[in-house]
């Protein structure tokens, strides 16, 4: 399975999911532990967790870099015979020992437990299967690794100990801080700024998607069975690759002179992720970095000591830390428009997130709209002062703010209200007018989009729960969609149903 179709996987489950699910979510269990040849139970879930104490094998992995040849095999012999126990030392001995020691650990981790990473995501499988079996006798071993300070495995081990006492597990979700952080870093020429910080309780389901899907292109039937086989392939793929991957938060921020040949859009990603397994795997994809893969069009560089991934020269990739990634796109690119790259603010924002700075607070007039906001209570929120630019565009034109709220529900359904404010009643009217004309359009095209996939229902369901109301300075206008999962993953569907 190639990483460019992995990566693509990847940002389709990032941008729909609505935050809060990790990359392990959408592999059901019983696929995972089939795909590694593994019978479940409980005492084999157990065996998973590789909390067997192990002896220090300090003294024989320092025998890896041993001059004579004979020793290093030797060493290299004791360590196997010691089994998966010593995983763990051997993943650390890979990571800061040197020459031949790094490679024979790398070469031995792998034949006790397959790649790194699939390592990684089989111990964590293990705790979530504990969990779904109520397992008593695992919380013991789980116990032992609360404390661990791998990525998510203390977590994975709260969680499944939880789920076997009965009670409700609490993912961490980012503080108020931290997600200010994300805002305040957007650069001061946004117009318009925005955040989701959704979790879903239930993690969006592939295979409940694919059933809601109607025909394919031209009416013909999807092959359902396939297409779930290849989804389960391509998220294995990525576990094996990168590990797990989660995301609590999108941020977002377009520019005053946004259109189809110029500008920029921002998108701050907050959640955890491995970068080095990103880049090393993109670099086996590309053939080494420079150039890239497509003719130059993908690649892999650096920035003041960043990496960065380029695409089609519309858009790049910053990977800021294993917690923090920023997409900055430009539009046209290798498609049309305007050149790639050009006007991208990713040298600024690097810059600014090293030093702690907080760009979008010199534009003062959209800082203060945002604080208007109560985000403590949005899991959506966005704010938007349109510019002139904006405003030649005639729904915007009456228009000096526009805010926009939404509350996530515990049944996953969500309600919005926009308020727009603007003095010139005449051109408010005007606006609405055209508003109303262009939901009535949309309405019908969308009931007719449904009756061929009724994953659609809740968009036709939020279209007529559309309502808006004016006074003489603003319009408000509410709305409230069901549970949109599967529809959000219609994408991904198309995409994997259509053999990409």
Known sequence: MGSTGMFELIMMLALPMGGGNDLLDFVPTDEFWRSQGVYVSGRAMI?????VSADDISPLIAQLSSAEFDAREKASREILRRGPAVVPQLERAAETGGGET???AR???????GSPKMSAARQLMAMRTLGELRHREAIGPLKMLLK????????????AIARIEGKPAVRRRPTRAELDEDVWLLPAKCAVVGQASLLRKIPLSFEKALEKMGPGRRGRAIDKAQALKKFNTLALAAADSIGNMRLDALTMGISDDFNGRKGFMVIVARGQFDRRAVVSTLRKQFGGGGAGGFGGMLGVSQIDGVDVLSF???FKVLLLSDSRMIIVVTPGGAFGGAPGGGGLPDREMIAAAKAGKRPLQENKPLTALVKSIDREKSSLWAAMIPSEHYKTVPLFAPFDSITFTAQQHADGSATGRLVALGADGDKRRA???MFERGKAEGAREIQREARR???????VAFMESIEYRQDDKSVTVTAKIKDAGPMLMMPLV???SMGF
Request: charged share 15%; net charge neutral; proline share 7%.
């Open 47 to 51: 065996s998973e967790l590789r909390v």
């Open 102 to 104: 790094a490679l024979r």
């Open 107 to 113: 070469s031995m981790v792998r034949l006790l437990s």
């Open 148 to 159: 661990s300070e791998q990525p998510f495995v203390a977590e994975y081990a709260a969680a």
């Open 312 to 314: 089609f020269g519309m």
């Open 431 to 433: 606006a609405m007018a």
């Open 453 to 459: 996939m009724p994953m659609l229902q809740p968009l």
């Open 494 to 496: 198309m995409m994997v």
